[in-house]
């Protein structure tokens, strides 16, 4: 297998973006405090200092110990954006909490060595405890990284090296493995700063050993101190669920509960790059195709499912009745640049594209104190009320809310937004991937060479983006410029002179292989004509209709623009679309506008026989990310067609 | 209030019909005898010998009883149509159990006497009590009616006699009520067999003591004993689920449980006409108009949620996750009788028509012996199959099933076709009502004078009913002809004389008044064209769509006749129907043919832009009764208009 690309480090990339910068210093300067206190207020913090006696407020939960990491991880990535004394502090008091909270033996959990001591390890399945852990260790990863001190990196070696000795095929050894997965890809990260082998086994163990026969779950319930945790009450005695009905190199499609899923895919994957593992890649590259070829919604949201938040089957894409959770959209974007890593093709990044923009971009409000955690692509607000009040779907909202008890999605926003300069470059010897387009000035050593890209645009609303290239001397290389999918024509000029692209494309990148000057100048300009988008003819809930996408973005229509019952909304096939520039929250948007019918009210009968009236409308869609900004709305992405 | 119409006497009426003899044939031949063997190797029978112990096979459960006494009574109507000795025997056997689980106090009731006795109405929301008397009762009643033996009736008069005592608003009376209504519906008929004031009067209490605060099923939640039974795991805390929410009285809008809800409306609307109370009846009207005008779907079929198994909020009316229960959709029928015979408007029989040929005909297949729980407007076999795994969906099924653990349905069905005599007509005084189009001799007495009325017709399949009348001598009286909502234009003569419809059409009928003469003649033709019909705007998943009617038969497309993936269909505006006839197992059947477009694959890309192709296609649409005789199909009944 050729070399595997890398993610630059995030301190060689600064972003500089229009449609970005405000909403990353937004993270940065309230998210990232705002959920300190809300893991403070909650109780997770205090969980720490193991203190807790039963009957006492704040009862720790199985889960708490990885909101607190995934908001470390958060931190740690912006004080590389942005120094901050007083964060780091309040980070290095969290850390030592964490520290003080470890065992003798390394292991580290405040729910199970508080409530439940005698119960460590013996719910796999539903416990979170290695779920917890790999979210500590990816934190103590990252604010190394960061900040280079050591003091959690070791703390959670410790803890690691524990974890090796109670799991593996050994004698006397464990061989269960995470109910829900996110270990395997932080064993991965912490190989890598730790150059530790046996992190890397643990990982390739917990990988290889998940669904072999007898299932680990249905030994460990039949065990000693077995708990069955209820907080899911959408748990389903089956173990797809888990991803643990087969092994996974027998599985072919994305199964089970989507965020655990998604997580696994990114933890074999970084297994196969690690291992040059040619099977397990293969394994990785069909479950990939089975998400986007028929279970991942327009939006890059997957999980349609709200019982068991999980993957259904082929095709079955419901939009009001969607999950798509936030998570397992982030999860997406781990699994994608894994993959684009090992296969360097634009595909892998298209999808991680969508995800980001749609379902990522749109989880969190413009004021930073606000989440999505599940994502439909269509909102009728009476009737989320009333599953929210009669079928307890509690973590579906019409509007972004401050905080959820199960608060996965809120620290895993803010870590995915502060890492954001991680996903735009790639590089390799002496190649050089583009694969966002996000204004940004970038710095890669190619040997002992310096390039420093600085990247212009304002996308994703125009197609325009230049690039100025510095070299501390010529130097040849090639940069790969993404071809987005959505494009359906694009031009490029290298110091104003026009390049060929078709015949330089491979794998859906431009490749400019060149001896690169000081002061070169690329200019790529991407037509970002309005698309209808329509569904395979296997999603039934989308026939009919079709999505309206720029660009990147995937639009919808809302009741504050169009009026309610949106479901008596349709477009005619032949609907000229125009873009218009409106400012929404401030911010300049690119609406688009355009005619449609609507039915007209049919009176106080149920049923009408023969015919209905129509009038004509003017319509207006939002980008899908801007939804549910103003207030209570009927939102909707795919529109009928007639 | 004018006086309330009766239905007649089930031995008054004889069914000879194309449509109806086989399948009320096939339900007194098959049906209940097979129900019969359920019952027995279920152990439904065997728990009234109250000789179950701890660890036993066949643990009674709280419904048994109830399912046990619908047996009961459909082979009571079914001994008044058909005279069948050995089934009388088999009955008499049941009847001798039954008396033999009566306690010394008149309490009856397997599961409580044998399993829990100390939970004796401890728990009336969940344990079903009340619910089981309220069908052994009905079940008492009707055999008395149908023998003229009264072993039966004595010990349900004890047992309500006991109950009496217990349950009222006196000093020491529980102020409780059931948490399964349908007592009301038996304490009324109970009353009008014994003429005994006090069963009218408990029924009138649980009437108006419903809901009235502090609820009482929070006050047994509190109480000693109570235990919560949780057969039912969609079961949310809340109130509304058994219609106590607020006062009966207070309540607007059909709510909760739909069975239950029917249930108890058809108990007011009893208790309102029996006891001349007009507050009540504006109630049962309010109600009425809340269910047709917003939350059934245009099967007839009711409460469309599958959680709970309830109604939802206006205008929701999901297709294929449709729960439209089938003892709901009777318990609708019931209702809308008991309306009817108060308001004596055809708007009710409209409705009872609809439920009955569409989702109570299609409930059982021509077999007998299969039958539907949940009755869905659209069938996807993938989805179904997902939701039964995952979703613990198991009521509702792909094709009709042989039994189900919780079997209310089967012997719901059994005991309305037994009785379907009762529903042909009605009358009062001097008038007569004739309801349904169904091919029968009745026999009616106005003072004294015979009338004796022979109706012919090949209905629902054609429009044309012929009448004969026959008289002891001539009478005056009114007969009244339901002039069908789905009609748009018909004919009457009378002894091939024209009548002016328009001019003696009153609240749906037409009302003929006249002498009636030995061998008068009535020529009924309703026209009955293929119509379109439109949901209400305010019904989102209908929107686009339009469902096919002929006569009061609503029309589907399976998959069998039309291919699969029956979404990517769709139907233009202008299409022109024609019926065609076909044998479909063994019937005649009047289908419906037309022509379409059919979405063209789009091949492995899950989304694509700008266009899809499309071809045209021929369509089959058949009778929504008929669906899933023919194997597992896709099946829909709202077909998208282009």
Redesign the interface.
């Known amino acids: 297998m050729s070399k595997i690309l890398r993610q630059i480090d995030l301190q060689n990339v600064e972003i500089e973006d229009k449609f970005w910068s405000g909403r990353l210093e937004t993270n940065i300067n309230v998210t990232i405090p705002f959920e300190y206190k809300q893991c403070k207020r909650t109780g997770r913090l205090d969980a720490l200092k193991l203190d807790w006696k039963e009957g006492g407020k704040n009862k720790p939960h199985i889960y708490w110990d990885s909101d607190t990491a995934k908001w470390i991880e958060a931190a740690a990535y912006s004080l590389v954006v942005k120094k901050d004394c007083s964060l780091e502090r309040k980070v290095d008091g969290v850390i030592d909490l964490i520290a003080s909270a470890q065992q003798s033996d390394g292991y580290l959990n405040s729910y199970f060595t508080t409530v439940a001591p005698q119960k460590r390890f013996k719910n796999l399945r539903d416990g979170h405890e290695l779920y917890c852990a790999g979210h500590l260790i990816e934190a103590a990863v990252a604010y190394y990284n960061a900040t280079g001190k050591d003091k959690f990196l070791n703390v959670m070696c410790r803890y690691a090296d524990y974890l090796t000795e109670v799991f593996g095929s050994g004698r006397g050894q464990m061989k269960g493995y995470p109910g829900h997965q996110v270990i395997e890809m932080a064993l991965v990260k912490l190989y890598k700063v730790t150059a530790n082998g046996k992190y890397l086994q643990l990982a390739k163990f917990f990988v290889d050993q998940r669904g072999n026969s007898p299932v680990w779950f249905e030994q460990e319930r039949l065990g000693g101190n077995f708990e069955r945790f209820n907080s899911d009450k959408h748990y389903?005695e089956?173990f797809s669920y888990n991803q643990a009905h087969k092994p996974v190199r027998q599985q072919d499609k994305a199964d089970g509960h989507a965020v655990r899923a998604c997580y696994m895919y990114s933890g074999m994957a970084d297994v196969a790059a690690e291992t040059n593992d040619r099977d397990l890649i293969r394994v990785c590259r069909k479950i990939w195709d089975s998400i986007?070829?028929?279970r991942?919604y327009?939006t890059g949201g997957v999980g349609s499912?709200y019982?068991?938040e999980?993957f259904?089957?082929?095709g079955?894409l419901p939009n009001e009745t969607a999950y798509s959770e936030t998570c397992a959209s982030i999860a997406l974007i781990f699994f994608a640049q894994r993959m684009f890593n090992i296969d360097k093709d634009s595909r892998y990044i298209d999808v991680l594209e969508k995800a980001l923009y749609n379902t990522v971009c749109g989880s969190v409000s413009f004021d930073g104190m606000h989440f999505f955690y599940a994502n439909p692509l269509e909102e009728?607000p009476?009737?989320r009320e009333?599953r929210g009040?009669?079928?307890?779907e509690n973590h579906v909202q019409s509007v972004r809310q401050e905080w959820y008890d199960t608060a996965c999605c809120p620290p895993n926003i803010a870590r995915l937004l502060a890492s954001l300069g991680n996903y735009v470059y790639a590089h390799s010897g002496k190649d050089i991937y583009v694969n966002l387009y996000i204004g940004s000035k970038a710095d890669f050593e190619i040997g002992s060479t310096h390039i420093s890209l600085h990247q212009k645009t304002n996308y994703p609303y125009e197609g325009k983006v230049v690039f100025n290239a510095k070299v501390s001397e010529p130097v040849k290389s090639t940069i790969a410029f993404r071809l987005p999918e959505?494009c359906?024509r694009a031009t490029m000029k290298i110091n104003a002179k026009s390049v060929n692209i078709k015949e330089c494309t491979t794998k859906g990148y431009i490749r400019v292989s060149r001896l690169w000057q000081n002061n070169d100048k690329v200019e790529l300009v991407f037509d970002m004509p309005v698309?209808?988008?329509?569904?395979?003819?296997?999603?039934?809930?989308d026939?009919?209709r079709f999505a309206i996408?720029r660009g990147p973005l995937i639009y919808c229509i809302e009741s504050v623009d169009n009026g309610k019952?949106l479901?008596?909304i349709?477009v005619d096939k032949n609907t000229k679309f125009t873009v218009a520039n409106k400012r929404i929250l401030g911010q300049a948007i690119s609406v688009i506008n355009f005619s449609g019918k609507r039915?007209?009210?049919?009176?106080?009968?149920?049923?009408?026989?023969?015919?209905?009236k129509e009038k004509k409308v003017c319509l207006r869609a939002i980008p899908f990310y801007l939804r549910a900004n103003r207030g209570l709305a009927e939102m909707m992405v795919w529109l009928?067609?007639?």
């Open positions: 389903v089956d986007t070829i028929a991942m327009v499912a019982y068991s999980r259904s089957f082929d079955d009728y009476p009737a009333y009040k009669y079928e307890n959505w359906p698309r209808k988008v329509y569904a395979n003819s296997i999603v039934r809930q026939a009919g996408q019952f479901s008596n349709a039915r007209i009210d049919s009176g106080k009968k149920l049923y009408v026989y023969d015919s209905i009928r067609e007639c």
